[in-house]
């Protein structure tokens, strides 16, 4: 079945710093990746859509000069989180679909994020 | 407006007993529905979809829905629940409608069901 790897799992940062999240689709190619936003047993809030070679779209209310996303490859999509504050932390989950809009879109396991 | 309702927040079932997860959604064109599981602290699993063809749709772990264009509703079932099962489950649907696919076909979740399953 298709996999959609992230890293880092978990980190771990000092208030002001940068992290950078990488998605990757490791085994079809991901036209289409997607950032979520998910707080404790709530629902997924759509942060972005990034088209391969595109600029991401982002969803009403998501900084995009603070959720900065790459999305350079059909198997590599990149979100940094840039001076992160702890009202950042969360879980961050991506996700990639193929080409087509019937495609089932497949989730990563999830970054947690805590600023310190 | 594109909008998915899951209108139970917990589901408690006993081991053995059949379970039912329910969820309504509301699209202007065709939709294409899915079902996802979340353990914690992980990702989202796929376990099934509906784009066309039969109402009844069988999935992971034994899982199936039917979809039903009259009452809106694409319920999850079990006919036989175990302890293994419980999670977070999310409905999901993406609307087919042109208009609202070129903004970028994206899914639009329900709020989830938390599901409890007792030994």
């Known amino acids: 079945g298709a996999v959609v790897s992230q890293h880092p799992s978990r980190v771990i940062c000092k208030s002001g710093t940068s992290v950078k999240i990488e998605c990757r689709s490791l085994?079809?190619?991901?036209?289409?990746m997607f950032w979520y936003r998910q707080f404790p047993k709530k629902s997924l809030m759509l942060m972005a859509t990034?088209?391969?070679?595109?600029?991401?779209?982002?969803e009403q209310g998501v900084e995009k000069d603070k959720f900065l996303i790459n999305h350079a490859s059909l198997t590599l999509s990149t979100l940094t989180v840039t001076s992160a504050h702890p009202e950042d932390s969360s879980f961050y989950i991506c996700?990639?679909?193929?080409?087509?809009?019937?495609?089932?879109?497949?989730f990563g396991p999830g970054t947690r994020l805590t600023v310190l | 407006a594109q909008s998915v309702a899951q209108p139970e927040d917990q589901v408690n079932v006993a081991e053995g007993n059949p379970l039912t997860v329910k969820c309504t959604y509301s699209?202007?064109?065709?939709?294409?529905l899915f079902w996802y599981v979340q353990y914690p602290n992980r990702g989202l699993q796929f376990l099934l979809k509906?784009?066309?063809?039969?109402?009844l749709v069988k999935g992971s772990y034994g899982f199936e829905a039917e979809f039903n264009k009259s009452q809106t509703s694409f319920h999850l079932k079990k006919p036989s629940a175990l302890v293994s099962d419980s999670a977070l489950y999310f409905c999901?649907?993406?609307?087919?409608?042109?208009?609202?696919?070129?903004?970028?076909?994206?899914?639009?979740f329900g709020q989830g069901t938390e599901l409890s399953v007792k030994p």
């Open positions: 699209v202007s064109g065709n939709p294409y």
């Open positions: 999901a649907v993406r609307d087919m409608n042109p208009q609202i696919y070129n903004q970028g076909g994206k899914l639009i």
């Open positions: 990034s088209n391969e070679g595109s600029k991401a779209t982002y």
């Open positions: 085994d079809f190619q991901a036209t289409t």
């Open positions: 509906y784009i066309t063809g039969d109402n």
């Open positions: 996700s990639a679909r193929e080409r087509l809009a019937r495609d089932t879109q497949y």
